[in-house]
């Protein structure tokens, strides 16, 4: 088994208390706004004036149901569209089109269709990350030149972002439970068509969910990461730890 040790820029912070920092967290007033106007990941909790786009509403944890292999069933699968848009009526909302679209329109008069439901925005998290997210908000700072954090927890550091590197550390440490196990395929067509895929078998977990986490030892570390190689047998057994 081949294994390679590597660092991705996605699995590791900066986490040094030394460094010097170069932004600072936002004011404990700006802070009190998660929750209230805005919601506790920083988004704007009202919708738009014309009510396309309602309000946050969380899901509850009973929303939609759970099969036998754990997965959630949609919690709006009941819902009709509100409307159909059409060949024939799809100069009505061309200024909410893409120009790919109306073009399928176009090739497809009488077999394309665009369904339209409600706007929903029920995403949420467990309470205890909204918590850290709001304590992040007054606490971490970027550090080392913006390639690292300070006084960092769990996920989204800076929930009211007040620079574009700000939005990037966001993603990098959003909130996705806390581990993951994915099957990836890769595959790089050839002109003519043809194609060999690689199959990968990924797995993370994030440091604040490892039984031996000391949290006031974080240390340089997002989440620790293996990636294998399933397929094809010449790859086959390849591992990347990080």
């Not at 304590?135 to 970027?142: D, F, P, S, V």
């Not at 581990?179 to 990836?184: D, I, K, N, P, Q």
Request: proline share 7%; no cysteine.
């Amino acid at each position: 088994m081949n294994k390679t040790r590597s660092l991705l820029q996605a699995g590791v912070l900066g986490l040094s208390l030394l460094a010097t920092s170069v932004m600072a967290a936002v004011s404990a007033d700006e802070a009190a706004k998660l929750g209230s106007t805005l919601t506790p990941m920083g988004a704007e909790k009202a919708g738009n004036a014309d009510g396309s786009i309602g309000p946050w509403e969380p899901l509850s944890k009973t929303a939609g149901s759970v099969d036998g292999k754990g997965f959630l069933s949609d919690p709006y699968g009941s819902e009709k569209p509100l409307f159909t848009i059409t060949a024939q009526n799809a100069d009505q909302y061309k200024d909410k089109l893409s120009p790919g679209q109306l073009a399928m329109f176009k090739r497809y008069p009488n077999t394309y269709k665009i369904p339209v439901f409600k706007t929903h925005r029920g995403a949420t998290v467990p309470a205890d990350v909204f918590a850290a997210i709001k304590e992040n908000a007054t606490k971490t700072t970027l550090v080392e030149g913006g390639n690292g954090l300070s006084n960092f927890r769990t996920a989204v550091p800076f929930p009211i972002p007040k620079s574009g590197l700000e939005v990037i550390w966001n993603h990098i440490t959003r909130y996705r439970g806390g581990s993951v196990s994915r099957l990836v395929t890769q595959a790089t067509p050839q002109q003519n068509g043809s194609f060999n895929p690689v199959y990968f078998s990924d797995q993370f977990v994030f440091r604040d969910k490892m039984k031996d986490y000391d949290p006031n030892n974080p240390g340089n570390i997002l989440f620790y990461f293996k990636q294998e190689v399933t397929a094809p047998a010449r790859l086959a057994g390849t591992v990347l730890l990080v």
